[in-house]
């Protein structure tokens, strides 16, 4: 069975710092794009960062840039998610996802990604 597992999610006070893990399971995704996307209590489910195969491009939204640094590791089939200086509007479901009908390219949209996930909450007390 093909899957994504998140861990990592967790409380932590502002400024404070997570690790998100994401690791594949039952297939490789060394080829294919990869994304952090999450999803506020009441609001619609955003892009967080995304990176290329093998991590040489990425892309961060403008509310995290700075902040968060997407990564992943081939050989371990697992992505991460370095959160810095986090905020409480940082508050939310993370998700991560792989878009299997991309090779090698970028993928920007949540609709075009086609593994996702069951989330992991990140909770940023004030």
């Known amino acids: 069975q093909v899957q994504l597992r998140e861990s990592g999610g967790g409380l ?3 400024g404070g710092s997570l690790r998100l893990s994401c690791a594949a399971s039952g297939r490789t995704f060394a080829n294919n794009p990869m994304a952090w996307f999450r999803q506020a209590a009441g609001k ?8 290329n195969w093998n991590g040489g491009a990425t892309y961060y939204s403008d509310s995290v840039k ?3 640094t997407i990564s992943r590791d081939n050989a371990k089939d697992t992505m991460y998610l ?4 986090l905020k409480p509007e940082d508050t939310a479901v993370y998700y991560c996802a792989a878009d299997t009908r991309t ?9 075009e ?3 996702w996930g069951q989330g992991t909450q990140v909770t940023v007390s004030s």
């Open 12 to 14: 932590v006070q502002a």
């Open 44 to 51: 619609e489910r955003q892009l967080v960062a995304t990176l």
């Open 66 to 68: 700075g902040r968060f």
């Open 82 to 85: 370095q959160m810095n200086s």
């Open 103 to 111: 090779d090698f390219g970028m993928t920007y949209v949540a609709a």
């Open 113 to 115: 990604y086609d593994i």
